[in-house]
């Protein structure tokens, strides 16, 4: 028999696992799962599998994992690019920078799928702040440069 | 549908208006008939879970060095035991 629980909350949440026995009428031992969420509803799903594995079936964990897919929703495979050549930087960005850094790739001929910008792309609004994410850093990427 | 508004899962008011540390929020305890326990993350630890004694596994993904044999969590979270 295989068990599953899956807890629904955004909310930050603490898992607690202790032993679990009782004595009563015979001897059971266990576990005790207990999941504490800081906000939000409660919603939690419980799965479970006792089927035989054979040649022709998945096996228990395999029917977990499907079993959950049907409540998070079923992968998608990978967009074909994801699959190539990425290069990420941590690092002062510009509009300028990023397609210098095209064209060098270009210039020594090694083929490049994804340029990725680390956080300073995003507009800065002080240390306090931090970041505003989905907006670009005004003074790095301009109409002019984007364009 | 349960709900905390307040958030009052940090602390409470103690009788002298002091604030205590408590553990609190939305929760539900499960049983399992085994010890085996797997699922949870993401972190720097072994896959069989562990018994957390006073210091839980946590579900909230964070982006902090690896720790080698710890329960803090990086990355990803998955809320499946």
Same mark, same amino acid.
């Given at each position: 028999?295989?068990?599953?629980?899956?807890?629904?909350?955004?909310?930050?949440?603490?898992?607690?696992?202790?032993?679990?026995?009782?004595?009563?009428?015979?001897?059971?031992?266990?576990?005790?799962?207990?999941?504490?969420?800081?906000?939000? /509803?409660?919603? @939690?799903? !419980?799965?479970?599998?006792?089927?035989?594995?054979?040649?022709?079936?998945? %096996?228990?964990? =395999?029917?977990?994992?499907?079993?959950?897919?049907?409540?998070?929703?079923?992968?998608?495979?990978?967009?074909?690019?994801?699959?190539?050549?990425?290069?990420?930087?941590?690092?002062?960005?510009?509009?300028?920078?990023?397609?210098?850094? /095209?064209?060098? @790739?270009? !210039?020594?001929?090694?083929?490049?799928?994804?340029?990725?910008?680390?956080? %300073?792309?995003? =507009?800065?609004?002080?240390?306090?702040?931090?970041?505003?994410?989905?907006?670009?850093?005004?003074?790095?990427?301009?109409?002019?440069?984007?364009? | 549908?349960?709900?905390?508004?307040?958030?009052?899962?940090?602390?409470?008011?103690?009788?002298?208006?002091?604030?205590?540390?408590?553990?609190?929020?939305?929760?539900?305890?499960?049983?399992?008939?085994?010890?085996?326990?797997?699922?949870?993350?993401?972190?720097?630890?072994?896959?069989?879970?562990?018994?957390?004694?006073?210091?839980?596994?946590?579900?909230?993904?964070?982006?902090?060095?690896?720790?080698?044999?710890?329960?803090?969590?990086?990355?990803?979270?998955?809320?499946?035991?």
């Amino acid at each position: 028999m295989t068990q599953a629980v899956t807890w629904i909350n955004a909310a930050q949440t603490w898992v607690f696992i202790d032993d679990y026995s009782e004595t009563s009428t015979e001897t059971k031992t266990g576990s005790n799962i207990n999941f504490v969420s800081e906000s939000g /509803s409660l919603e @939690f799903f !419980l799965f479970m599998s006792s089927a035989k594995r054979t040649v022709h079936t998945p %096996n228990r964990v =395999q029917r977990m994992s499907t079993k959950l897919s049907t409540i998070s929703g079923f992968s998608p495979m990978p967009p074909i690019h994801t699959l190539g050549y990425h290069f990420s930087k941590w690092d002062g960005v510009s509009s300028d920078i990023i397609i210098q850094r /095209s064209k060098n @790739f270009t !210039l020594n001929q090694f083929p490049v799928d994804v340029l990725w910008m680390d956080i %300073n792309w995003a =507009q800065n609004e002080g240390d306090r702040f931090g970041e505003e994410y989905f907006v670009f850093n005004p003074l790095n990427f301009t109409e002019d440069g984007i364009a | 549908m349960i709900v905390n508004p307040t958030d009052s899962l940090y602390y409470e008011n103690g009788a002298n208006g002091s604030e205590t540390d408590v553990w609190k929020g939305i929760g539900l305890g499960f049983q399992m008939p085994t010890t085996k326990l797997f699922g949870l993350g993401e972190r720097e630890d072994t896959l069989l879970l562990k018994r957390t004694n006073d210091s839980p596994y946590e579900l909230f993904a964070r982006d902090k060095p690896h720790r080698p044999g710890h329960k803090e969590s990086l990355y990803g979270s998955h809320p499946l035991v």
